[in-house]
């Protein structure tokens, strides 16, 4: 399950759109199980699944209608191919005459996954399929894709929800039109460079501003009730820093532990003093674990 990963406008659906043969590049080349986009189009179309971003069955059609013509399209038959889709499509079953148009957003997801499924893809294209959809239809779905992975079916998803990169195997971040980084998410999350720190306290927009204009901070941004602030672990070392080049004897590990605990605290002591000669009074500053959210804007150099 590889998932491609960026907020909106980053360029995922026109992505999708050209790896699934619907949008021809103004330039450079592309493949699909070995198959060029353009040359080959037709063969990629067989062998692949699309799940847009938009509903966009026929919503005229019943739900039974709809399966039944993708089914059509692609030769398929249904009786064959239908314990790819029998644990989504058993909770929309009762209302196979009901018309697509009148299935709820959880209900229409489905449906277009089965539509999807029904041929058997090597590969299937979901582009920001959980959006918009209630939290507990989120994880239904998600936990439908695990099992379909596990069926031996390839998943490339797009999502703009930075938490349902972790349910991926491997990720790439993406930001207008390019890959910043991809790895695995416990790769990525461990490649983050800097020193991430939380701040909160009063007056959170004024502190933000303040926290921008401290030379060691690299970046500020605003995080739900917290701001992040990154520092160089560069800001970090200093002369004890040699600790950790010597050969492990005794407790060295404990040295070294301690080292970097002294090297932070003197880092928070630094931005504390900044912020109270700004005339910043009651906050908190902590030392947290980065979040693939914090490793793209890290990548993005958002400041």
């Not at 998932?3 to 360029?11: E, Q, V």
Request: charge should be neutral.
């Amino acid at each position: 399950m590889f998932g491609i990963i960026g907020p909106d406008g980053a360029g995922k659906t026109t992505l999708f759109r050209i790896l699934t043969s619907l949008l021809i590049p103004d330039s450079g080349e592309a493949t699909v199980l070995g198959l060029d986009v353009v040359k080959e189009f037709k063969k990629i179309r067989e062998r692949i699944g699309y799940m847009p971003g938009k509903f966009s069955l026929y919503g005229d059609l019943t739900v039974d209608e709809n399966l039944s013509f993708f089914a059509s399209i692609f030769k398929a038959n249904i009786k064959e191919n239908y314990h790819l889709i029998e644990d989504i499509f058993k909770d929309i079953a009762p209302f196979g005459k009901r018309k697509a148009r009148d299935l709820s957003g959880g209900m229409k997801q489905k449906l277009a996954l089965s539509c999807a499924l029904i041929h058997k893809p090597d590969i299937l294209f979901l582009d920001e399929p959980t959006t918009g959809v209630d939290p507990v239809s989120r994880r239904e779905f998600w936990q439908m894709l695990e099992r379909l992975k596990k069926q031996g079916i390839t998943i490339v998803v797009s999502t703009s929800y930075m938490d349902e990169a972790l349910l991926c195997s491997r990720i790439a971040l993406f930001k207008e039109g390019s890959i910043l980084s991809y790895n695995t998410p416990k790769e990525m999350v461990s490649s983050f460079e800097n020193t991430l720190l939380a701040v909160s306290g009063e007056n959170m927009p004024e502190l933000l501003k303040m926290l921008r204009k401290i030379s060691i901070v690299k970046s500020a941004y605003s995080f739900g009730a917290q701001h992040h602030i990154t520092v160089e672990r560069e800001e970090n070392k200093g002369e004890s820093d040699k600790v950790e080049n010597r050969e492990n004897v005794g407790n060295g590990n404990n040295i070294e532990k301690t080292n970097r605990e002294i090297k932070l605290q003197a880092v928070i002591a630094n931005v504390t003093q900044q912020l109270q000669q700004m005339g910043a009074s009651s906050f908190t500053i902590k030392e947290i674990e980065p979040t693939i959210e914090d490793c793209y804007l890290e990548l993005s150099s958002v400041k």
